[in-house]
């Protein structure tokens, strides 16, 4: 869930208002938005994605307290950690695009299922469960 | 609470919704010539399950044979439900359409010398899907939810109504043609991207006369961890255990049947489950960052080495979204059987292209895509045909949860909640059914909407939360009474107390009603037929 927003970090230019699909954030009456439907929040980081100023923090639990606080997030670097993993901070040089490894995704999705095939089919090949 | 007059526009073509299937088709009516707008809920980028996911297009080249197998494939898992035509239409027009957003979309290479278009991630495709929309000329609305459909006289959907939630003021829309593309209903089950699927178009559809078929198929569900859904690359090679360290019995994905889901389900309705990925590939454990960052960011909050560590997994509910059921289509331009009204997406039936069986990692983008096209090139010419009658007077159809059959008051939304996901995305409700606990399931949904539908009345962001919950109960009837009717297992729909397919049930079932569900087969008995 949404944990914080750092209001030293933030300029107030409302993308985070607009970009979050579930309506969490008002905009704020000193620019800084406020965390208005903490209820709503689903957690999916899109707010980090489209905050030009990595001034916000999306903690990964879903439900309940977080494990990790926001103060010691920025410590660990995480804040706006996602946004440059996705390249989004950044322009990509030619010969590295941001997605060159994404056609990756379905061979080793498949790899990934053919090593539980063949896992599971070793572990009961010596027992009988017919 | 609303005080500003409300905002009244027209346009040809309305198209409800913000994720693929909406913006595919916002762009084909605008290349059409219509006047377009498109109401989101959300944001357009960031809503529905496309912008979080990374979805997997169905791709296969026109190559001598190919496609043939790759059709003969799918349908023999389709169990009889599917159409070889629509399969062949949704593989061709993915092929041709997705290179057009080469402009927009960062576009890599597939490691084999050429370009990787099948797959595209989320977030960047939605984007695209944005700039390519607005550079065609569509006009966009977000944080526009729709409320309710708009009808003439004569029974034809005249646009729709709405509230804009960030002006804080109601909208009408009146068009020529509305294309439904409000995706499917997780049913709030904390499925990455599914909070604001919440089955809204099929409400909307059922409340003009439309039907839905395949309901009785939303069977499916997502592997993650257990504090925060992700999309589930990474789980593929895992194994499990309890938390005494025993290893549990649980066969692989991709094994058939749903083996895998439900050994899973059983043993997390006994405890926690550990997932240990030490086996995953080892490209994988190099690699998850460049593909799928979002994947990792739960873990390292945590401090947890995903290919290390053991830690809970859950299953989350996709309800309708991976199911294949939806807005019955009648016709080859995704007309719906109202007048009008067209159907995309996760909100149309999967049914032609993936029968019983989830469409999920390939047909399902290639159906929302391809659907999204040819709604929007469909209701172009048709209100290019009919005009938009935009000053004769209309009905507003919106019923449960808008006016109450009875006294007005706002019910407590949460209190049905956990009724309608048992009966859903309950793990027993779902992969072990039959019909005594259909019917109990069935009583418990129809108190839910009785509750709202003779005294649900809200207003502003309460009226759309409350009809989101009606439009989750409205679908949880719609599924229960076809996994009522649908006498038989087949693919996705497994009935502990009909365990075997039946011949003569290989039919497409449809449901609809809302204060009267019912249920018929879409063409009589196959023997029927042949007599
Ligand atoms: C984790 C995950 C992974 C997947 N991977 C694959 C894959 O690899 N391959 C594959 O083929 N399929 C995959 N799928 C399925 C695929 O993502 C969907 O079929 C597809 O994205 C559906 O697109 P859509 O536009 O119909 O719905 P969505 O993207 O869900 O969009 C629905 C839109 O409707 C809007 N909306 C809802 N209600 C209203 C309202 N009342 N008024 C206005 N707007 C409204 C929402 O805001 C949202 O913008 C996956 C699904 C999930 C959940
Ligand atoms: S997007 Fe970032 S900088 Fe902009 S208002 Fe939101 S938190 Fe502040
Ligand atoms: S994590 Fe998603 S839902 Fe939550 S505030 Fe950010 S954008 Fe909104």
Same mark, same amino acid.
């Given at each position: 869930?949404?944990?914080?927003?750092?209001?030293?970090?933030?300029?107030?230019?409302?993308?985070?208002?607009?970009?979050?699909?579930?309506?969490?954030?008002?905009? /704020?009456?000193?620019?800084?938005?406020?965390?208005?439907?903490?209820?709503?929040?689903? *957690?999916?980081?899109?707010?980090?994605?489209?905050?030009?100023?990595?001034?916000?923090?999306?903690?990964?639990?879903?439900? /309940?307290?977080?494990?990790?606080?926001?103060?010691?997030?920025?410590?660990?670097?995480?804040?706006?950690?996602?946004?440059?993993?996705?390249?989004?901070?950044?322009?990509?040089?030619?010969?590295?695009?941001?997605?060159?490894?994404?056609?990756?995704?379905?061979?080793?999705?498949?790899?990934?299922?053919?090593?539980?095939?063949?896992?599971?089919?070793?572990?009961?090949?010596? *027992?009988?469960?017919? | 609470? #609303?005080?500003?007059?409300?905002?009244?526009?027209?346009?040809?073509?309305?198209?409800?919704?913000?994720?693929?299937?909406?913006?595919?088709?916002?762009?084909?009516?605008?290349?059409?010539?219509?006047?377009?707008?498109?109401?989101?809920?959300?944001?357009?980028?960031?809503?529905?399950?496309?912008?979080?996911?990374?979805?997997?297009?169905?791709?296969?080249?026109?190559?001598?044979?190919?496609?043939?197998?790759?059709?003969?494939?799918?349908?023999?898992?389709?169990?009889?439900?599917?159409?070889?035509?629509?399969?062949?239409?949704?593989?061709?027009?993915?092929?041709?359409?997705?290179?057009?957003?080469?402009?927009?979309?960062?576009?890599?290479?597939?490691?084999?010398?050429?370009?990787?278009?099948?797959?595209?991630?989320?977030?960047?495709?939605?984007?695209?899907?944005?700039?390519?929309?607005?550079?065609?000329?569509?006009?966009?609305?977000?944080?526009?939810?729709?409320?309710?459909?708009?009808?003439?006289?004569?029974?034809?959907?005249?646009?729709?109504?709405?509230?804009?939630?960030?002006?804080?003021?109601?909208?009408?829309?009146?068009?020529?043609?509305?294309?439904?593309?409000?995706?499917?209903?997780?049913?709030?089950?904390?499925?990455?991207?599914?909070?604001?699927?919440?089955?809204?178009?099929?409400?909307?559809?059922?409340?003009?006369?439309?039907?839905?078929?395949?309901?009785?198929?939303?069977?499916?569900?997502?592997?993650?961890?257990?504090?925060? #859904?992700?999309?589930?690359?990474?789980?593929?090679?895992?194994?499990?255990?309890?938390?005494?360290?025993?290893?549990?019995?649980?066969?692989?994905?991709? #094994?058939?049947?749903?083996?895998?889901?439900?050994?899973?389900?059983?043993?997390?309705?006994?405890?926690?489950?550990?997932?240990?990925?030490?086996?995953?590939?080892?490209?994988?454990?190099?690699?998850?960052?460049?593909?799928?960052?979002?994947?990792?960011?739960?873990?390292?909050?945590?401090?947890?080495?995903?290919?290390?560590?053991?830690?809970?997994?859950?299953?989350?509910?996709?309800?309708?979204?991976?199911?294949?059921?939806?807005?019955?289509?009648?016709?080859?331009?995704?007309?719906?059987?109202?007048?009008?009204?067209?159907?995309?997406?996760?909100?149309?039936?999967?049914?032609?292209?993936?029968?019983?069986?989830?469409?999920?990692?390939?047909?399902?983008?290639?159906?929302?895509?391809?659907?999204?096209?040819?709604?929007?090139?469909?209701?172009?010419?048709?209100?290019?045909?009919?005009?938009?009658?935009?000053?004769?007077?209309?009905?507003?159809?919106?019923?449960?949860?808008?006016?109450?059959?009875?006294?007005?008051?706002?019910?407590?939304?949460?209190?049905?909640?956990?009724?309608?996901?048992?009966?859903?995305?309950?793990?027993?409700?779902?992969?072990?059914?039959?019909?005594?606990?259909?019917?109990?399931?069935?009583?418990?949904?129809?108190?839910?909407?009785?509750?709202?539908?003779?005294?649900?009345?809200?207003?502003?962001?309460?009226?759309?939360?409350?009809?989101?919950?009606?439009?989750?109960?409205?679908?949880?009837?719609?599924?229960?009474?076809?996994?009522?009717?649908?006498?038989?297992?087949?693919?996705?729909?497994?009935?502990?107390?009909?365990?075997?397919?039946?011949?003569?049930?290989?039919?497409?079932?449809?449901?609809?009603?809302?204060?009267?569900?019912?249920?018929?087969?879409?063409?009589?008995?196959?023997?029927?037929?042949?007599?």
């Amino acid at each position: 869930m949404i944990a914080q927003i750092f209001e030293e970090r933030c300029t107030g230019c409302q993308a985070c208002v607009v970009a979050c699909p579930t309506h969490v954030f008002d905009a /704020g009456t000193d620019g800084v938005p406020l965390i208005a439907r903490l209820d709503q929040c689903q *957690t999916c980081f899109m707010c980090e994605l489209y905050c030009p100023a990595d001034a916000l923090y999306v903690a990964p639990e879903q439900e /309940g307290a977080p494990s990790l606080s926001a103060v010691e997030a920025l410590a660990m670097g995480q804040v706006g950690r996602l946004r440059h993993d996705y390249g989004w901070d950044r322009d990509a040089p030619p010969e590295a695009p941001h997605l060159q490894d994404f056609w990756q995704l379905g061979p080793l999705l498949r790899e990934g299922a053919e090593i539980a095939a063949r896992r599971y089919a070793a572990r009961w090949a010596d *027992t009988d469960i017919a | 609470m #609303s005080e500003a007059a409300p905002i009244t526009r027209s346009a040809d073509v309305l198209i409800i919704g913000g994720g693929m299937a909406a913006c595919w088709a916002a762009i084909m009516a605008a290349q059409a010539g219509a006047d377009v707008l498109l109401v989101d809920k959300g944001f357009v980028g960031t809503s529905g399950v496309t912008a979080t996911g990374g979805p997997n297009h169905w791709w296969v080249a026109p190559e001598p044979g190919r496609r043939e197998a790759a059709i003969e494939e799918r349908y023999a898992r389709s169990f009889g439900l599917a159409e070889r035509d629509w399969m062949a239409r949704i593989i061709d027009e993915t092929w041709r359409a997705l290179p057009q957003l080469a402009g927009y979309y960062p576009f890599a290479g597939d490691g084999k010398g050429g370009t990787f278009y099948s797959g595209v991630r989320g977030p960047e495709y939605m984007r695209a899907l944005r700039r390519f929309a607005q550079y065609a000329g569509v006009t966009i609305l977000d944080h526009h939810p729709a409320l309710e459909l708009l009808l003439h006289a004569d029974g034809s959907v005249a646009g729709a109504a709405g509230y804009a939630r960030l002006k804080q003021q109601a909208w009408t829309v009146r068009a020529g043609a509305v294309v439904i593309a409000t995706g499917g209903c997780a049913f709030r089950s904390g499925l990455i991207g599914s909070h604001g699927n919440s089955g809204d178009g099929l409400l909307m559809a059922a409340e003009v006369g439309a039907v839905l078929s395949g309901m009785e198929f939303s069977v499916s569900y997502s592997l993650s961890p257990a504090w925060n #859904s992700t999309r589930t690359l990474p789980y593929f090679a895992a194994r499990f255990f309890d938390t005494e360290g025993r290893e549990l019995d649980v066969p692989p994905p991709m #094994s058939g049947e749903a083996a895998h889901l439900r050994a899973l389900a059983r043993a997390l309705e006994a405890g926690p489950v550990l997932a240990d990925l030490s086996d995953a590939p080892d490209a994988l454990k190099q690699g998850l960052r460049r593909i799928q960052p979002a994947s990792l960011a739960p873990f390292e909050h945590k401090r947890i080495d995903l290919f290390r560590d053991r830690f809970p997994v859950r299953l989350f509910g996709e309800g309708t979204v991976r199911g294949t059921g939806g807005v019955q289509i009648v016709g080859d331009g995704c007309e719906t059987s109202v007048a009008n009204l067209y159907a995309a997406g996760d909100s149309a039936t999967r049914e032609l292209v993936a029968g019983a069986t989830s469409g999920g990692g390939a047909q399902n983008a290639a159906w929302a895509l391809t659907s999204g096209r040819i709604a929007g090139a469909a209701a172009a010419a048709h209100a290019r045909r009919t005009g938009r009658r935009g000053d004769t007077p209309v009905l507003a159809a919106g019923t449960v949860g808008l006016r109450p059959a009875s006294t007005a008051r706002l019910p407590d939304v949460r209190e049905g909640l956990p009724i309608i996901q048992a009966a859903t995305i309950g793990y027993d409700a779902a992969l072990w059914r039959s019909a005594g606990k259909l019917e109990r399931h069935r009583d418990a949904v129809e108190a839910v909407w009785r509750t709202i539908a003779d005294h649900g009345r809200a207003e502003g962001l309460a009226a759309v939360a409350l009809r989101e919950h009606a439009a989750m109960a409205a679908c949880a009837g719609w599924i229960v009474a076809a996994a009522l009717a649908r006498d038989e297992s087949r693919g996705m729909h497994m009935r502990i107390d009909r365990p075997g397919t039946d011949p003569a049930q290989q039919s497409r079932l449809l449901v609809a009603g809302l204060d009267h569900v019912w249920t018929r087969p879409e063409r009589p008995a196959a023997q029927e037929i042949a007599a």
